[in-house]
Structure formats: structure tokens, C-alpha cells
């Protein structure tokens, strides 16, 4: 039978909107997404998934409540997606006060409309593993206290409880999806992994020369953003709205994730130095082809992250198809044959 629901993503010309709306048109949804005006395209990640064909859009802002109220009451949908955000963690250490306007408050103009327009509405917020921050506890899962190191980190936790205090003080089906890292061929060059990976394709092939990295001893639990979505749909479809880590459950630095990429690429290599004076020489050619540049270090850093997503696997059933072997596979192979696309 034909799927009459209809949904609306916020944030559509991103990572996760873009294989949101094709894993939602894939289930026969009308998919309706949210655009902001710009000086410049911004669906290469839509053409990319072949679908911006199959999206209606509309011309949206986290930042304007009229135009807010006008759109939601406009498409009236089951199920909303908020993943329109700031959600570049330096930047929000630069523009702490427009990031809070959009990650927090933007979330309340969304949930106050949602109340006042249609109750029925379903409501996903794409809260984040940043709120952890400076962990209190490992592996973190729904329980862990918070700790987060970003204005960013900040801003995301204050919509995450606004999120929690709607459904409980008017019974909106409200979710937060507590997302770890998730990467894949769309993700922004500005994000470590698709910058490594573009990075040391393109110095394979001889495009480029350098790659400059900050704090490499970072440790993340990295997934592929395709599964991630999918977690995302199953919040919404449980028969009770609540909140879940959604994560892989392991954890690899920066340098560890830089030396599967260098494997997957096959590289030969060796690291010398220490600290900031760390350098990676290509041994086939003889020279110097990753170095630390402190301006890239945050003022304060999210250490280590490891998520325990026992809940959404045993209640939801949510199944990843991807480990982080073949997630840098997938990444690798689109740098390679598909360097016409630029997100
Ligand atoms: P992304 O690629 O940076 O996409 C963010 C989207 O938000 C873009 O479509 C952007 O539109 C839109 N946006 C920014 N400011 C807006 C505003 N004021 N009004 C309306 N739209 C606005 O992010 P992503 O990686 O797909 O992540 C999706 C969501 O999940 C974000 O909320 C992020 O914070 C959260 N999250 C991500 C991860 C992860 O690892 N990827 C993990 C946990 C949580 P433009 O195209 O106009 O810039
Ligand atoms: O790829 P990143 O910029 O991701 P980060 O800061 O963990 O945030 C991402 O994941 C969050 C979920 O935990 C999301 F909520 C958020 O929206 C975003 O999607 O950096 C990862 C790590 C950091 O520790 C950073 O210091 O990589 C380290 N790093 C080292 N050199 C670098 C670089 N990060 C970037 N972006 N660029 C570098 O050159």
C-alpha cells in the first residue's frame, strides 16, 4: 500500500538531510526540505543521491519565527526532522551567539510552533555525543551526565532538554537521537575525516601537496551517517517517544583513522617527531606529507568518545551495516571516482 506520510527535514542540503530525504522517499514519504536563501547552490549532495528532483523545498530559517510557523503550518506534516544546525565545532567557539541562536533557541521556535499548531506533529532533535564532552563516564549511553567543552556542545544540550521538557509537559512525540560521529562520501571537507580522506587522494594522485592537521590524538566513535538516518526513522516509528545513543561502540584516534586511510590508499609510511613537530613522510616519495598546525587545536577538546547504544539495538532493533573499515572504503572510493561533486 501506497505510504501517504509526509515529512519535513530541516537542514535537507547537509550530510544526514540528504540521506535522510533518500532513505524516506525510499519508504514512499513525501519529502518536503528546508533551504536557506544563499549566493550559491547548495544541492550537489541531493544530485549527488539522484533525488533533488523527488524533494519539494521550501524557504526556511531556524532563525525567523513567522516564516517558522508559516511553513509548518503550510505542510501540516507527520513527522518533522530538525537537523538544521551550526554544526562545525570551531566555528562555534568564533560565532558562539548566532550558533546558540540557531542550535537552541532555533529548537524552541520549532517545538513552540509544533504545539501550537498541530500536537500530532512528530518531533526528531539531532542532539549529539558533544554534550558528553569531558566524559564522566565510558562508555557513555542515555544516563551519562553531560560535560560539554563547546559553545556548540552548550548549545545543543540546552535544545536537548527543551526537546525532553516539551514531551513532558504537553505530551509532544518528541525524540533526541544522542548521535555520535557519523561520516560518509557527503560529509563537509571541514570535518578531520572527509578532510584526511580528500586530502590523501589527492595527494596520491599527485593534486596536492600537504595536509595540515591539529590535535590528532583525539579519539572518536565513528559510524556511516547512511545507518545513522535510519536510527533516526526508527525514533520516530516506536510506539513511545524517548531518547537514544546511537553510536558503534568503538572508539580510534585521529592518528589511527589517518593510517587505514594511508592503508586503504596504499601508501608506504612512517611517522617522525613529537607533539606539534609530528610529521608523516610518504617513504615511496621521500617527503613530508601530513604536519600538526597548532592553529588548528580547539581551545577546549572533547578528549574521547565511546557510545553504548545498547538501548536503540535492543528495543528498536537498529542494525548498522557499516564498521569503520568499510565506512573509510566507501570514502576512499567516492575521492576517486567522483571528484566532479564538491560538498
Ligand atoms: P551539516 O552537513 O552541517 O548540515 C547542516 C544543515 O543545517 C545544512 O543543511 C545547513 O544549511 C542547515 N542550517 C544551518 N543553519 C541553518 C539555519 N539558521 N536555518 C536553517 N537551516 C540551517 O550537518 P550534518 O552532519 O548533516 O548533521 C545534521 C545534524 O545532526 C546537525 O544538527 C548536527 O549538529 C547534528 N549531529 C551531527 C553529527 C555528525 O557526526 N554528523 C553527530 C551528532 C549530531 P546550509 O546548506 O544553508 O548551510
Ligand atoms: O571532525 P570533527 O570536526 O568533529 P567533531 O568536533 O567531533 O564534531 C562532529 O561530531 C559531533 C558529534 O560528536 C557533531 F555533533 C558535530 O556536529 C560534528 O559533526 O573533529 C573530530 C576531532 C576533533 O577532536 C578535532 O580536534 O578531530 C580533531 N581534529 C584534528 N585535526 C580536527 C583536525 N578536526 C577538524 N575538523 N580539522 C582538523 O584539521
Redesign the pocket.
Known amino acids: 500500500m501506497k505510504n501517504t506520510k509526509t515529512a519535513l527535514i530541516t537542514g535537507i542540503t547537509g550530510?544526514d538531510g540528504s540521506y535522510l530525504a533518500k532513505f524516506l522517499l525510499d519508504k514512499n514519504y513525501t519529502v518536503y526540505g528546508t533551504v536557506r536563501r544563499g549566493a550559491s547552490e547548495k544541492f550537489s549532495r541531493l544530485e549527488f543521491l539522484g533525488i533533488k528532483d523527488k524533494v519539494k523545498f521550501v524557504d526556511f530559517d531556524l532563525l525567523e519565527l513567522s516564516n517558522i510557523q508559516q511553513v509548518v503550518k503550510d505542510i501540516n506534516p507527520n513527522e518533522i526532522y530538525n537537523l538544521a544546525?551550526q554544526?562545525?565545532?570551531?566555528t562555534s567557539f568564533s560565532l558562539p551567539i548566532l550558533t546558540s541562536d540557531i542550535n537552541a533557541l532555533g529548537v524552541v521556535r520549532l517545538l513552540d510552533t509544533i504545539l501550537n499548531v498541530n500536537k500530532d506533529i512528530r518531533f526528531y532533535q539531532?542532539?549529539?555525543?558533544?554534550m558528553?564532552g569531558k566524559v564522566q563516564e565510558v562508555p557513555q549511553n542515555e544516563l551519562t551526565r553531560f560535560y560539554p567543552r563547546?559553545p556548540?556542545?552548550v548549545s545543543?544540550l540546552f535544545s536537548h532538554y527543551m526537546t525532553i521538557n516539551y514531551r513532558e509537559s504537553y505530551d509532544l512525540f518528541a525524540c533526541s537521537g544522542i548521535?555520535?560521529?557519523?561520516?560518509s562520501p557527503l560529509?563537509g571537507y571541514?570535518?578531520?575525516?572527509?578532510?584526511?580522506v580528500s586530502s590523501l587522494a589527492k595527494i596520491k594522485q599527485g593534486k596536492e601537496e600537504c595536509?595540515?592537521?591539529?590535535?590528532?590524538e583525539?579519539?572518536?566513535?565513528w559510524g556511516h551517517a547512511k545507518d545513522y538516518v535510519e536510527a533516526m526513522w526508527l525514533m520516530l516509528n516506536a510506539d513511545t517517544p524517548e531518547d537514544y545513543v546511537v553510536s558503534s561502540g568503538k572508539t580510534t584516534s585521529?592518528r589511527e583513522f589517518i593510517e587505514k586511510t594511508l592503508d586503504c590508499l596504499d601508501f608506504e609510511y612512517e611517522w617522525t617527531g613529537e607533539g606539534i613537530n609530528n610529521t608523516l613522510i610518504d617513504k615511496r616519495e621521500n617527503k613530508v606529507i601530513i604536519k600538526?598546525?597548532k592553529k588548528?587545536?580547539?581551545p577546549a577538546?572533547?578528549?574521547l568518545?565511546i557510545g553504548d547504544s545498547s538501548k536503540i539495538i535492543d528495543r528498536l532493533k537498529w542494525s548498522p551495516n557499516y564498521n569503520l573499515n568499510t565506512l573509510i572504503e566507501d570514502m576512499v572510493d567516492f575521492e576517486i571516482n567522483n571528484s566532479k561533486f564538491n560538498f
Open positions: 550530510q544546525a554544526s562545525f565545532v570551531p539531532a542532539s549529539t555525543s558533544e558528553f563547546s556548540y556542545g545543543k548521535l555520535f560521529n557519523h561520516e560529509r571541514e570535518f578531520v575525516t572527509k578532510k584526511i595536509l595540515y592537521l591539529g590535535n590528532i583525539a579519539q572518536r566513535d585521529v600538526i598546525d588548528l587545536y580547539r577538546e572533547v578528549d568518545l
